[in-house]
């Protein structure tokens, strides 16, 4: 009897939410592409040194804003407020997203200066640890930060204009927006690297951002907005967008001091860690982008419609089937990431600047990573389930004890393992959260998804998979002349079969899951040639 994971049924909104999340699969392939692309660039001109672990943290000092201001707001309050507005009240919805333009134009602007502005004192916060054996890095970290300032207000306006995007299912156009975020370093660093050194690195992160912005207004205005900065505070939208952000807000003030605490911890374990953590952690956010965000993303507009509407058959056979293709494809990423990661790491970044000793520094980091990358996936549509039913308070009191679990974990090990220390801590971080979000969501949870089942499925064909990576590698491990050439055909022969031995496994054992992947790429293979 084929296993069964998923209903069948013409009610069934797995086809939209298998389509959506394709669509911001399909165009974060490409900024994901550009994004690795982007770190190779930035490998072969400056290595894994100091230097580019200064830059790691300047450039980490906006995206923290970033994400206290905007991104923990877009999927806990902006998408299921604005989704709500948009279904049942467009004027509402359209005043509603003038008023945030405008206040984000403006609020961003100060916090743009008040960044530069304490630029010293930031430095010294995240990355003290370099003061007492390289003081120069932290005088460049500093430097660093107030050119890399206007990046908050980029990064604040392109996520409030995506929210309203994802608020009226517009998928394509933000995905295709970070890639061009991801193009600004690629073009300008190889033209201007010889002249401006490392500082090019933000130039290009400022061009980026102006053209992310720039496509991402054009999208609106073609949904049918003018982009004014006008509203009333008045607005209840506002007020409701406030009390659900709230409880996030103050979960992420402690995921800060997280952050914080893990970057000076990092500067102190040599000028180097920083560098290697961020390699690795680019092989392991690739998948979580294309697999798991797509999918809850593409999934939160349904479930926060489908909770508003109180149709709990509809909201969990969402959140079940999103739960089972994410797991259904981040297993095989994460096999080849823990087999390949060596070959993989070569073939990617070890040319110029970036040594042989980098890539094994940046392999042993990415073979722990890929650990907390399975709870992470899995993360992802659990809090957005939480937050479709306006519940934010849970995933942030969850989020306060993860963080909890990780200071334990990284005061306990940075010492005698060092920057691998700060690797198990995260992935500890990720497991607790993760495991916790989904104990608490199945004590509300109504009917049976049959999760462990398709869990248990996923493994078996996982288990053919790694099977088929070690056979290929093991008939590798003759001379074949190695080189970059040899790492390429070991990771494609590896990474083929053992992806067909999925697939094959998958058929076999009857996975609905994996039919409705197939089906959808190949429909929109078919509208293409069409």
Not at 113 to 135: D, I, K, Q, V
Request: glycine share 10%.
């Amino acid at each position: 009897m084929a296993t069964q994971l998923m209903p069948d049924s013409e009610s069934d909104p797995a086809p939209g939410l298998a389509h959506s999340a394709g669509l911001l699969s399909a165009g974060n392939i490409a900024g994901r592409i550009l994004g690795l692309l982007r770190e190779m660039v930035i490998a072969h001109h400056f290595g894994a040194s100091g230097a580019v672990s200064a830059f790691r943290i300047a450039v980490q000092t906006p995206t923290l804003l970033y994400d206290f201001l905007v991104g923990g707001m877009l999927s806990a309050a902006l998408v299921p407020v604005l989704s709500d507005l948009a279904r049942h009240d467009r004027a509402g919805f359209v005043r509603l997203a003038h008023l945030l333009i405008s206040l984000f134009t403006v609020g961003l602007a100060g916090l743009t200066l008040l960044l530069a502005l304490t630029a010293p004192t930031l430095s010294n916060l995240l990355a003290g640890g370099f003061r007492a054996e390289h003081p120069e890095l932290l005088a460049l970290t500093t430097n660093l930060i107030r050119a890399t300032a206007p990046v908050v207000w980029l990064l604040g306006l392109a996520g409030v204009l995506t929210a309203i995007l994802f608020a009226q299912q517009r998928f394509t156009f933000p995905a295709l927006a970070t890639a061009v975020y991801n193009l600004g370093i690629v073009v300008a660093t190889p033209l201007l690297a010889p002249t401006l050194g490392v500082t090019v690195l933000t130039l290009g992160l400022l061009a980026g951002g102006v053209a992310q912005v720039a496509l991402l207004a054009w999208d609106v205005r073609r949904s049918g907005l003018t982009l004014r900065l006008h509203g009333s505070v008045r607005h209840p939208a506002l007020r409701k967008i406030v009390r659900l952000y709230a409880p996030i807000a103050a979960g992420m003030v402690v995921a800060l001091f997280q952050v914080a605490l893990d970057r000076r911890l990092a500067s102190g374990a040599g000028e180097q860690s920083i560098a290697w953590m961020a390699n690795a952690t680019t092989l392991q956010q690739m998948p979580l982008g294309l697999i798991s965000v797509a999918v809850a993303l593409a999934a939160l507009p349904r479930l926060s419609q489908f909770a508003a509407a109180r149709d709990e058959v509809s909201y969990h056979t969402t959140l079940d089937q999103g739960l089972r293709m994410v797991t259904l494809l981040i297993a095989p990423a994460a096999v080849g990431l823990w087999l390949l990661g060596e070959p993989l790491m070569r073939l990617l970044f070890e040319r110029g600047a970036f040594t042989p000793d980098d890539t094994l520094a940046v392999t042993r980091a990415l073979s722990i990573y890929v650990v907390g990358m399975l709870f992470a996936a899995v993360d992802f549509p659990l809090n957005y389930a939480f937050y479709a039913r306006n519940d934010t308070l849970t995933p942030a009191l969850v989020g306060v004890l993860s963080v909890g679990v990780y200071v334990v974990v990284a005061l306990a090990l940075v010492g005698r393992m060092g920057y691998l220390g700060l690797v198990w801590a995260d992935t500890a971080k990720q497991a607790s959260h993760a495991v916790i979000m989904y104990l608490l969501l199945s004590r509300r949870r109504q009917g049976g998804g049959r999760l462990h089942e398709g869990l248990a499925v996923i493994g078996v064909a996982s288990a053919f998979m790694a099977g088929g990576v070690l056979l290929v590698r093991w008939l590798a491990a003759t001379p074949t002349g190695g080189g970059w050439g040899g790492d390429l055909a070991l990771v494609a022969t590896s990474a083929g079969v053992g992806i067909l031995l999925y697939g094959f496994v998958l058929h076999q054992l009857g996975v609905a899951e994996a039919r409705l992947v197939w089906a959808s790429a190949r429909q929109r293979m078919s509208r293409r040639q069409n």
